[in-house]
């Protein structure tokens, strides 16, 4: 179910108390999800959605959904059209995955060429475990709506995953994934850099409304001159099951100069929205609320060796193409 926020409840210190209350827009925001896929269901009892992705795969600064659901339901891609109303997309974009079920999902650019790709963990049947899936999102580098799997061999058939999350381990500006399994060993891959322009973005709320860690910021890059797509990133407390990851945002950008682009900050609490300009690369940047200009800059270590280094873990690299 969906739910939007109409008034917020909660206790103050002190005694004070907001009223609050969410209502249910399932069927309002999501008419294709009902009408396509459960139409002999009441969604509200189905077992399907076993968990959500939010991400905007095609760039048109409105976060889409990607459900992925239990044994026997397909998944779907809700493509957000506005007015609070999304369509399935699920078919044209090859995403539907409908022969194997997926516990979890994680959204995040892989390949730093600007669009968001999906990690796809825990598929299966019903009665055994059977793989994993990596669709790397084609918008960005031929204009081409669809995923097409690129998932690497080690993981590929790694049975019993659970989850995954991204963290840029080895500081490269590309994110690389934790992959955790049931009764097995994690695993760690390792991103192959690829030459893609990057920025890395942290967040600093100054309040009064916002939080200092500033969850739910909602930062777009978009060119200076205003051509081209925008990017959307949602700075949240985590995502898939039993995860946590980066509170950096990575935004890719492909060939292009990072110094063609600036940043708005819609900044949660308050509501306002702030415009950051002055990037520079390979770097990693602290936006804090109410200066409008990036502040302590932290050098990557770009041209480090995605393969140095010991962990007690497995570590196997991988490399996203077409
Ligand atoms: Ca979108
Ligand atoms: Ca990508
Ligand atoms: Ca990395």
Request: with cysteine; hydrophobic share 35%.
């Amino acid at each position: 179910m969906l739910f939007q926020r109409s008034v917020l409840l909660a206790t103050m210190l002190g005694g004070a108390s907001v009223l609050a209350a969410f209502v249910d827009v399932t069927e309002q925001v999501l008419p294709a999800y009902t009408q396509s896929y459960v139409p002999f269901l009441d969604i509200k009892k189905t077992p399907m959605a076993a968990g959500v992705c939010t991400l905007d795969v095609n760039n048109d600064g409105s976060p889409d959904l990607y459900f992925v659901s239990g044994p026997g339901f397909p998944n779907a891609l809700m493509l957000n059209v506005g007015s609070g109303v999304f369509h399935d997309v699920s078919e044209q974009w090859g995403l539907v995955h409908n022969e194997d079920s997926v516990l979890t999902c994680l959204a995040i650019d892989l390949d730093n060429d600007g669009c968001d790709d999906l990690v796809l963990t825990g598929a299966f049947t019903g009665d055994s475990f059977t793989g994993n899936f990596m669709p790397k999102n084609n918008y960005c580098s031929d204009g081409a709506m669809n995923f097409i799997d690129v998932i690497p061999p080690v993981l590929k058939d790694l049975p019993y995953t659970i989850s995954s999350s991204a963290y840029d381990f080895d500081h490269d500006g590309l994110l690389d994934l934790y992959v955790s399994a049931l009764g097995g060993r994690p695993l760690i891959l390792y991103g192959e850099p690829n030459g893609n322009h990057w920025l890395g973005v942290r967040l600093e709320g100054t309040g009064p409304k916002t939080s200092h860690q500033a969850i739910g910021a909602v930062a777009q890059l978009s060119r200076k001159d205003g051509s081209g797509p925008k990017q959307t990133l949602i700075l949240s407390a985590g995502s898939a099951a039993m995860s946590t990851e980066e509170k950096t945002l990575f935004f890719g950008m492909g060939s292009s100069d990072v110094s063609d682009y600036e940043s708005s900050i819609t900044w949660p609490g308050s509501g306002e929205t702030e415009v950051f300009d002055g990037f520079s690369e390979p770097k990693i940047v602290t936006l804090v609320q109410g200066t409008g200009v990036p502040s302590s800059v932290e050098a990557s270590r770009s041209g480090s060796s995605s393969t140095t280094g010991e962990t007690p873990l497995s570590k196997n690299n991988f490399m996203l193409h077409r």
